[in-house]
């Protein structure tokens, strides 16, 4: 009984430790730091508060008054207009079905590959450690036609399975590089009392591991989830049906250098970083808390 | 709890992974195709599919729609790996690039082919046989703002001393000459290779095959030399401080507010012009050259082309012969995008100022097809590598003759 | 003693199965196509044709003699090492005014990340058109003429990609610190408070010391990061004015395709693999050494 209870008592000493704020600083010089602060958060709004500036104008609105002036009235019809050339509602489930599927196998994979790599300390593993890191250093745009090629022999392209299999390949080198400098915060008794009560190791790792590396998947959704989100060159290797485009593809035209039709382009970008915005705000507390259990720790 | 969600978070998984074999059962005769379009064509796959689903409603069309500059000759690349598309839509000069790969399938002797205008044939038939339908054309040369050269009693230019007395009165005046947006480098390619076909092919059609053979090259030939020296001309005329930095619709917005009188460009820009101000008033000419006998230059542009291993190839030739056939479709087309018909008997009907400028140098013979020179020099690989040199050397980074010679250096790329 | 050790292997065995899914998936879709690009880099095809012919190092050769491929590479490397310390400097700095107890931490926080959410495209995109359009309508506002338009000269190109890119990326790694510098314990600053070492001692000696693994991830991650730009360029400046701004992906990716080349592409594809690999070790040996567990 007591070793369930130890994990939430570490978490807890965590919690706390997560509370350090440096309360020395006298009140002039907050309130400069303050002030400099919230000037470097204006900058960094603008060109946020531009898009969406311009996702509200007509087009001749657009054309014919100032960049900084506001909208004579908000202009939904940008929004609407951008919802049918995005084909929104057919993207929009197919990118949230990709990056969900991928984010969710990524997790499941890369905490599996960096537990087992924690646990052994033998030569093999650690080269599959290092094996795995090598993905970072592939710039996998230069090899988009072998990747092509390869997709297209395995029988896997314009297939939902075919991309995000090609979005878990390309996520294990991060995956497993953060999970694995969370092992440090899975504490070994418990694994042992599970190995000494019977368990399997798949039973220790699904029924005890899994569930003490929330933070961690956190972490890792809010890393991956929009990099997946937000990918064109993947989808745009294996993709080409109409039935399974995601939002980025949809985009395509409206960015090119000849468009013209900047407002509906601006609404675009509105529409398709929104989701992932209310998915990192609302993720938010789980990842500093997590990044501050363990990440570190490495 | 946990091996509910868990078990059901599964049960999810498998049952949106078994969909997957659902999605994509034929139902009727299905033809794919591989579209490489500009912007200004965006609406191209709602007026065909319409026209073809009320003739042929067995047939169903999946397509696929790229920037043509862009994506469409990466994606062209793997589908050569694969296996093409039933159709495929570019441009006039693909069927250059591709048809001598023997990856398209020769048109000859079908009957919709009667519908499209004899100029545009040679420029998509290799050795006798064509391969590719011309839809849609462009014209290309100097969109000037009419209104501007009447209240300032300017004529237009048929030689350089004319063009460059223009251009010192509209400076006299505090007008910026030329309207330019070199921060697109396939701009800055298509104004030279403009230049170069009333300086160069004109004069001597196979200069690309010459230059292939060794017998000219770009650091020799003085014709040449003047094309690179009116991008200087046009870059010294036009706001220099910005054009590296303008995208295209700034820099049309900016000639239709009547900051510069004259752009160099094709009708792809004639959908920004009237957008902005459809009331705007422009006429179009042909650059000078240095014998004062430019003529005014057109493109043809959107080609239809069928894969060489298609199965499907009735269905195709069904599909072509509603486009060419289909006249209210064809209107529809060329009034969305601005652009000129390749059709027999079809006319636009959208109002286009430049219109009366195009008849008349119709009328006295004075047009010329851009793909003299487009099927000469290669564009991806080469020309827009050159432009990227002549925007360095009009940066000053580079001289103009070591612009000249790294053209020279890749003449291996120059075939198309 | 038999009985111990095929338990062991059994359990061997499980820990490996848990690692071949990962294993199998990274290979295939990764390692694989890399090898493949290996291959075509040691021939001349050109990404169109069905034959080509083997033509051994030549491509490699050629690398060292491209002067445009020189000039990508230079680019790259500016470019790279400007970010590395641009955007950690100030990503610690932010990190450290917010985890000081200035009010509303959380808002600033969700500022400075939301621009990681956006694509490179989109990055590229609304940048050119900040440069281009909005920021020099401030000073017909302002009454000034500063000149804005750094996409626009191959002088200021630099700065201007510099600009956008940590625009897009500083909220993300100040995250990083962030977290990193919420789990230092605070017993070590009042002890040292106690001793009476000053704001900047306490900095160098206890915080530094303590974001060694937050300072490697950031550094590793900017720099291999910044080496393999790309997506930036596509809708900003196109690897301009000229060739001014091409990085080494950007000139891989031209030349294999529009340039038809795709042999010659793989080959400097896989000497920047390499490359990058090179500089990632020698990055990750000198900051593994000054990290202090805790």
Redesign the interface.
């Known amino acids: 009984m007591s070793k369930i209870a130890m994990p939430e008592k570490k978490l807890l000493r ?1 919690k706390n ?9 006298n009140k002039t010089k ?1 309130g400069i ?2 002030i ?2 919230t000037l ?2 204006v900058l ?5 508060l ?2 969406i500036n311009y996702s509200f104008k007509t ?2 609105e657009l ?2 008054s ?3 002036a506001l909208p004579q009235s908000p202009n939904f019809a940008n929004y609407i207009s951008a919802f049918r050339k995005l084909d929104l509602h057919v993207t929009f489930t197919n990118t949230f ?1 990709y990056t969900f ?1 991928s984010v ?1 196998v990524l997790a499941l ?2 905490g ?2 960096a ?3 924690a ?2 300390k ?1 030569k093999i ?1 650690q080269g ?1 450690y290092i ?2 890191l ?17 997709g ?1 022999k ?1 029988g896997l ?1 314009n ?3 075919g991309l995000i ?2 979005y ?3 996520g ?2 991060f995956g ?1 590089f953060l999970m694995t ?1 969370f092992m440090s915060t899975v504490p070994l008794e418990l694994e042992e009392a599970a190995k000494i009560d019977g368990c ?3 039973r220790t ?1 699904f029924c005890i591991v899994l ?1 003490l590396l929330k933070p961690a998947i956190a972490t890792l959704t809010i890393l991956q989830a ?1 990099q997946i989100w ?3 060159l993947m989808a ?2 294996f993709i ?5 485009r995601t939002i ?1 593809l949809a985009m ?2 409206l ?6 039709d ?1 407002t509906t ?1 601006m609404a675009a ?1 509105i529409i398709s ?1 929104l989701p ?2 209310i998915l ?2 609302s993720l ?1 507390k789980y ?2 808390q997590g ?3 363990g ?4 | 709890m ?1 091996n509910v969600s868990k078990s059901f ?1 599964f049960i999810l ?1 498998v049952v ?2 078994c969909s ?1 074999t659902i ?2 059962a034929p139902q009727k005769t299905t033809v794919s195709i ?1 579209a490489g379009i ?3 064509d ?1 609406g191209i796959q709602d007026i065909i599919t319409a026209a073809v689903a009320k003739k042929y409603p067995e047939i169903s069309l ?6 043509w ?3 469409f000759h ?2 062209m ?2 589908y050569i ?2 296996g093409l598309p039933d159709i495929i839509i570019g441009k006039a000069q693909d069927v250059a690039t591709y048809g001598g790969q023997g990856l398209l399938a020769g048109l000859n002797g079908k009957s919709y082919l009667d519908n499209i205008l004899d100029a545009a044939v040679p420029g998509v038939t290799i050795d006798g046989e064509i391969y590719g339908m011309v839809y849609n054309c462009l014209y290309q040369g100097v969109y000037y703002n009419r209104k501007m050269f009447t209240e300032n009693g300017l004529e237009v230019p048929a030689t350089h001393a004319e063009l460059a007395d223009v251009i010192r009165k509209l400076r006299a005046q505090g007008i910026t000459p030329f309207a330019t947006h070199m921060v ?1 480098t ?1 701009s800055i390619g298509n104004v030279v290779m403009q230049f170069a076909i009333n300086d160069v092919f004109a004069q001597t059609p196979d200069w690309g095959d010459r230059f292939r053979a060794g017998k000219v090259s770009f650091a020799t030939s003085p014709e040449y030399k003047k094309c690179y020296e009116y991008m200087k001309l046009l870059y010294d005329n036009t706001w220099t401080r910005e054009t590296f930095s303008l ?3 700034d820099c ?2 900016r000639m239709v ?1 009547g900051q510069a009188a004259m752009k160099v460009s094709g009708s ?1 820009s004639i ?2 012009f009237l ?2 101000d459809e009331d705007y008033d422009f006429g179009i000419f042909p650059f000078p050259n240095q014998s004062g006998d430019a003529k005014l230059i057109f493109e043809p542009n959107m080609t239809f082309m069928k894969s060489a291993t298609t199965k499907n190839s009735a269905a195709v030739d069904k599909v072509f012969a509603v486009i060419t056939g289909d006249k209210e479709a064809a209107v529809e087309f060329y009034n969305l995008s601005r652009t000129a018909s390749m059709l027999k008997g079809v006319s636009p009907t959208f109002p286009n100022p430049s219109q009366k400028d195009i008849d008349k140098y119709a009328a006295e013979g004075k047009l010329i097809d851009a793909n003299l020179g487009n099927n000469q020099l290669q564009w991806g690989g080469f020309q827009d590598e050159n432009a990227k040199d002549i925007a360095s050397w009009l940066q000053e980074m580079i001289t103009l003759d070591e612009a000249l010679k790294a053209a020279d250096s890749r003449r291996a790329n120059s075939k198309p | 003693m038999l009985r111990k050790k095929s338990i062991n292997r059994f ?2 065995l ?3 199965s ?2 071949l ?3 199998i ?2 290979t ?7 090898l ?2 290996f291959g ?1 880099s040691l021939t001349d095809w050109n ?1 169109l044709a069905p034959t080509f012919s083997y033509i051994g190092l030549e491509n490699y050769r050629r690398f060292f003699s491209d002067t445009f491929a020189t000039q990508a590479w230079n680019f790259t490397i500016k470019f790279t090492i400007w970010n590395t310390i641009i955007q950690n400097i100030l990503a610690l700095l ?1 990190a450290v ?7 509303g931490e ?14 490179a ?2 990055v590229g ?3 050119l ?2 440069f281009s ?2 920021l020099p ?2 000073n ?2 302002l009454g000034t003429d500063i000149n804005f338009l750094l996409f626009g000269s191959a002088k200021t190109v630099l700065t201007g990609l510099l600009i956008a890119n940590n ?1 897009q990326w500083i ?1 993300y790694w100040m ?2 610190y ?9 017993e070590l ?1 009042e002890s040292a ?1 106690i001793d009476g070492t000053t ?1 900047l001692q306490k900095f160098r000696h206890i915080t530094l010391p303590l974001l060694a ?2 300072l490697t ?1 950031c550094i590793v991650g900017i720099t ?1 990061g910044s080496l ?1 730009m ?2 930036l360029l596509v ?1 900003s400046t ?1 690897g301009g004015p000229g060739r001014a701004s091409t990085s080494i ?1 950007y000139h ?2 031209n030349t ?1 395709i529009s340039g038809r080349q ?1 042999g010659y ?2 080959a ?2 896989v000497l ?2 390499f490359i ?2 090179l500089v ?1 070790l020698l990055q990750l040996s000198v900051l593994r050494k000054r990290e202090v567990q ?1």
Not at chain 1, 134 to 150: E, K
Not at chain 3, 106 to 119: A, D, H, K, N, Q
């Open positions: 965590f430790k997560g509370a350090n704020k440096k309360k020395t600083l907050r730091i303050q400099l602060m470097v958060a960094f709004a603008t060109p946020i531009t898009i087009t001749r054309y014919l100032s960049p900084l079905f599927v969710a994979l890369c599996a590959a537990w087992a790599i646990r052994n033998s593993f599959f094996y795995f090598l993905g970072i250093f592939i710039p996998y745009q230069s090899l988009f036609l072998s990747i092509y090629i390869v297209f395995t392209v297939t939902r399975m299999l090609m878990i390949a390309t294990m080198s497993v400098s399997s190791v798949y790792y569930p929009f937000n990918d064109y745009s290797l080409s049906s109409q039935k399974l980025t395509q035209l960015f090119s250098h000849q468009a013209s900047y382009a970008i970083v992932v915005t990192f705000v938010q990842f500093v990044m501050t259990a990440a570190l720790k490495s | 946990k978070i998984l949106f992974l997957t999605f994509g591989l500009s912007t200004t965006d999946q397509w696929e729609i790229h920037e500059s862009d994506n990466p994606r690349q793997q790996q694969t697109d396939w995208p295209q619709i049309d917005t507010l792809w959908q920004n957008t902005i | 359990e061997k499980q820990y490996f848990l690692v899914p990962g294993l998936l990274f295939i879709g990764l390692i694989v196509p890399m493949l690009s075509y990404g932010f005014v917010l985890n000081s107890a200035i009010k959380e808002i600033y926080r969700t500022i400075l990340f939301v621009p990681c959410l956006f694509s495209i989109i995109f609304v940048w058109r900040m359009n909005v309508a401030l017909s506002l625009w909220g995250l990083i962030l977290a990193a510098l919420q789990s230092i314990p605070n600053y408070a704001t693994p937050a991830i291999t393999k790309y997506e809708t196109g992906v891989i990716y294999a795709y592409g793989s400097v594809t920047f693999v990058l690999l990632a805790l």
